[in-house]
C-alpha cells in the first residue's frame, strides 16, 4: 500500500452521487431496451426488478461492506479478510472490468457520433444509419476518442470536471426522459408499444433464458459483480449510512431503466420500427430514438443532441468507474503511479475494444462473456465471501446506519438466498456464453 493517507470524498452526497452516477449509464439505455425488446418485454421487466430486490441490493451492500470495512481496492481488500486463497477473486474482477470498458467504450463512442449526427437531423432511414455508425473506421475512431477521454478523467480524478458535469447534465438528461416518455405516450400506435412492456406474459417469466438475462442485468445495471463499488465504498467514512444508500442508489438505477423502457417501446410501435429492431436487437434504443427526434424536425435536433450528450455523460461516469477498479488495483497492488498506471491500462482496454469495434457480433459476444457470465460469477463468489467468510459483515455496515433494521435478513439473504439462485443463474448463463460463442465462430 502507497503511504499516502486513503483519499475520501468530499461528502456523503459525494459518494452517493458518484455510485449513482457509477450504475446510471448505458446500462439503464442501451442494454436495458436491447434486452428487454429480445426477451419478451414486460416479462422480463418483471424478472430484472425481482433479481435487483433479492440480489442486486444485498450483494450491492456486500460490495460496500468489504471496501468500506477494508479501505483497500479489491483484490487487497478480499486478502484482508479471507488470505491470500481470495486473491484471485480480486483478479477475476479486475479481468470483467477490463473487458466490460473494452466493448462499453464502443458504445459510448456511438453516443457521441449520434450526438453529433443530431445537429444534422439524424438522416432518415435510422437502421440505416446505425449499421453505418456502429461498426467501421469511425466506430473505431469514437471508441478511442473516448478512452482517451476516460483516460483524461481517470488520471486528473474524479471530483473537479467530472462531477460537476454529471450533477447537472444527469439531472438534465432526466429531465429529456421524462419529456420523451411524455411526447411518445402522445403518439398513435404507441399503446402496442405499452402492453409489450407492461403485460406481463406470464409463462415467459419463468424462461430460463430470460431469467439468466434478467440477472445479469442486475449486476451490470447496479455495476456490481466486479469491485467497482467495493472500490468506491473504500473512500467512504464511517458517518455514511451504507444500508440506505444501497437502497438509494438501486431505486435511481431501477427507476431511470425504467423510464428508457417507456420511451423506447412507444417508439418503436408508433414509429413501425418493429422489424428493424429485430433484426439489431443491439441497436434498439439508436435506431428507435433517432427516427423520433427526425419526426420532430428542428426541435427534435435539438433535444436528440441533448440527449445523446447526456447519454455520453452517464456513459463517461461509468466507464470512469470502471477504469478507476484496474487504477486502483494497479497502485495498491503493482505500486504504479496514478498516471502510469492509468496511461498503460486505458491504452490495453483500447486496444482490446478495436475488435469490437469491427464486428458487432464481437461486441455482442463480449457483452454475454463479461457483462453477463463473469459478472454473475463474481456475484456468487463475492455473497458466498462475505456471507460465509468475512468475520462480522453486520459491523461493517453498522456505523452510520440509523438501525440495525434488516442487517440479520441481509446476512440470511447472502448466506442461503443468493448463493443458490446464483449459481443457478451461472449454470444457464454457462450454457448462453458457450451457445454465443458458437454462433459467432460459426
Ligand atoms: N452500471 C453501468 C451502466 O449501467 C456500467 C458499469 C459501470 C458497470 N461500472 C460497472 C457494469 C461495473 C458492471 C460492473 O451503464
Known amino acids: 500500500m502507497s503511504g499516502a493517507p486513503r483519499e475520501k470524498w468530499n461528502s456523503r452526497t459525494g459518494f452517493v452521487l458518484a455510485a449513482i452516477g457509477s450504475a446510471v449509464g448505458l446500462g439503464n439505455m442501451w442494454r436495458f431496451s436491447y434486452l428487454a425488446a429480445e426477451h419478451g418485454g414486460a416479462a422480463f421487466v418483471v424478472l430484472y426488478l425481482g433479481f435487483t ?3 442486486g441490493v ?6 460496500m461492506a468489504l471496501g468500506r470495512g477494508a479501505r483497500r481496492s479489491p483484490i487487497a481488500a478480499l486478502e484482508h ?13 479486475v479481468v470483467s472490468g477490463f473487458v466490460i470498458l473494452a466493448y462499453y467504450s464502443v458504445i459510448a463512442g456511438w453516443t457521441f457520433a449520434y450526438a453529433i449526427s443530431g445537429l444534422t437531423g439524424f438522416g432518415s432511414d435510422p437502421a440505416a444509419t446505425f449499421a453505418e455508425v456502429s461498426t467501421g473506421p469511425d466506430a473505431v475512431a469514437w471508441h478511442l476518442a473516448f478512452m482517451a477521454l476516460v483516460v483524461t478523467v481517470v488520471i486528473g480524478g474524479v471530483r473537479g470536471g467530472i462531477e460537476r458535469a454529471a450533477v447537472f447534465l444527469m439531472p438534465a438528461l432526466l429531465v429529456l426522459l421524462v419529456g420523451l416518455a411524455l411526447y411518445a405516450s402522445g403518439l398513435e400506435g404507441s399503446g402496442e408499444g405499452y402492453r409489450r412492456y407492461l403485460s406481463i406474459d406470464v409463462s415467459a417469466v419463468f424462461d430460463r433464458d430470460v431469467m439468466v438475462q434478467a440477472a445479469g442485468q442486475a449486476f451490470f445495471s447496479l455495476s456490481l459483480g466486479m469491485g467497482a463499488m467495493l472500490t468506491f465504498a473504500s473512500y467512504v ?3 455514511t449510512d451504507l444500508k440506505r444508500d444501497s437502497l438509494v442508489i438501486s431505486a435511481s438505477d431501477f427507476g431511470v431503466a425504467f423510464l428508457a423502457g417507456l420511451v423506447v417501446f412507444p417508439l418503436i410501435f408508433a414509429f413501425g420500427l418493429e422489424a428493424q429492431v429485430g433484426d439489431s ?7 428507435t430514438l433517432p427516427a423520433a427526434f427526425a419526426e420532430m424536425g428542428a426541435a427534435g435536433r435539438v433535444v ?9 455523460v452517464g456513459a463517461l461516469t461509468s466507464a470512469v468507474s470502471l477504469l478507476e477498479v484496474v487504477v486502483s488495483t494497479a497502485i495498491d497492488s503493482l505500486g ?5 498506471a492509468t496511461l498503460f491500462f486505458g491504452s490495453v482496454t483500447a486496444l482490446l475494444g478495436i475488435p469490437a469495434a469491427l464486428d458487432i457480433e464481437i461486441l455482442g459476444l463480449m457483452d454475454q462473456v463479461a457483462g453477463n457470465f463473469l459478472l454473475v460469477l463474481g ?15 453486520v459491523a461493517a455496515v453498522l456505523p452510520g446506519a440509523a438501525s440495525r433494521w434488516g442487517l440479520g435478513a441481509w446476512r440470511g439473504l447472502l448466506r442461503y438466498v443468493v448463493p443458490p439462485i446464483l449459481l443457478w443463474v451461472l449454470w444457464g448463463s454457462a450454457e448462453a456464453t458457450l451457445a454465443a460463442v458458437g454462433a459467432v465462430l460459426g
Open 281 to 287: 436487437t443491439l441497436g434498439a434504443l439508436f435506431i
Open 53 to 55: 430486490l433479492l440480489v
Open 336 to 340: 504504479l503511479s496514478r498516471r502510469r
Open 58 to 63: 444485498p450483494v450491492l451492500l456486500a460490495e
Open 379 to 393: 456475484g456468487f463468489l463475492l455473497a458466498v465471501f462475505v456471507g460465509w467468510r468475512m468475520p462480522d459483515p
Open 237 to 239: 467514512g464511517r458517518d
Open 304 to 312: 436528440g443532441t441533448l440527449f445523446f450528450v447526456g447519454l455520453a
Open 81 to 93: 479478510y479471507g488470505g491470500r486463497s481470495w486473491r484471485g477473486l480480486g483478479a477475476l474482477f
